[in-house]
């Protein structure tokens, strides 16, 4: 019932904020989009079409950090033994960044926020900067997140992520994918409790505020953008 509520509440408050027609739905919709869930829930996997659907550049705090990581920058430095423990890295570390990012000029109509903001921290400081229109969260099982973690793959070229299983890299790059540091049985225990513990409370936070919309991410990967699809259409009325 609470689910129901919640999509309801947050469909009507986001319809009035995006009262356009269908062709429009990449250029007006104004305001950033965060991507939420646990970690291994599909957030990367589901970014490049939410991203082509809306026209919002993704920026995922995870790979600006990995980046930074190896290139070695002082900000890398001090993440990298949060990130290898499977810690989150200190809020001021993170607000920062996110801060100089929403400055920049493609920032403007905003951004595909994925992994951000994952402390009522982050989310009272991003609230004070940008305007949140939706909150989309993959809703996964710890135990179906430890397999899809396990077996990640991404393109060391692309940036593409795959799964060993679930979404087998073609033949032409299986050669080069590489296995992310952090995604190991040990490590990605310490990422769930970090997230249930901090991370979890936000989902009533951004229901408050009628912007959640939750969605079942325990179905295959075209099934799971299908619906956030649907609901993202449906919020800038666009399938009408
Ligand atoms: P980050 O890189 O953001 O990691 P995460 O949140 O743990 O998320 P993931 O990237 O692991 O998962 P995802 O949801 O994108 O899943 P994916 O699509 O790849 O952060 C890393 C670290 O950086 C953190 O631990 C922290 O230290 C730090 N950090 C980052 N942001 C921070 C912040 N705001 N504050 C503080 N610290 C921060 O999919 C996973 C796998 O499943 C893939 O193999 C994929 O092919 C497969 N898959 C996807 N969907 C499906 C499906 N529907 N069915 C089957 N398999 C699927």
Known sequence: MGRIRTLVVGAEQALMRFPYGPDRLARVVTGSIVLFGPPGAGKGTQAARISSLTGKPQVSTGDMLRTAVATNSDLGMEAKEYMDAGLLVPDEVIIGLISQRLQQPDAKSGLL??????????????????????????????????????????????????????????????????????????????RLSAYHEQTAPLAEWYSDRGV????????????????????????????A
């Open 212 to 239: 959640l919309l939750r969605i079942d991410g325990d179905r295959g990967i075209d099934d799971v953008g299908d619906s956030i699809e649907s609901v993202l259409l449906k919020l800038s009325g666009a399938d």
């Open 113 to 190: 926020l994925d992994g951000y903001p994952r402390t009522i921290v982050q989310a009272e400081s991003l609230e004070k900067i940008e305007l949140v229109v939706a909150v989309i969260s993959i809703e996964v099982p710890d135990d179906a997140i430890v397999r899809r973690i396990v077996g990640r793959r991404m393109d060391s070229e692309t940036g593409q992520i795959y799964h060993v299983e679930f979404n087998p890299p073609p033949k032409e790059v299986a050669d080069r994918v590489v296995q992310r540091k952090d995604d190991n049985e040990e490590t990605v225990r310490s």
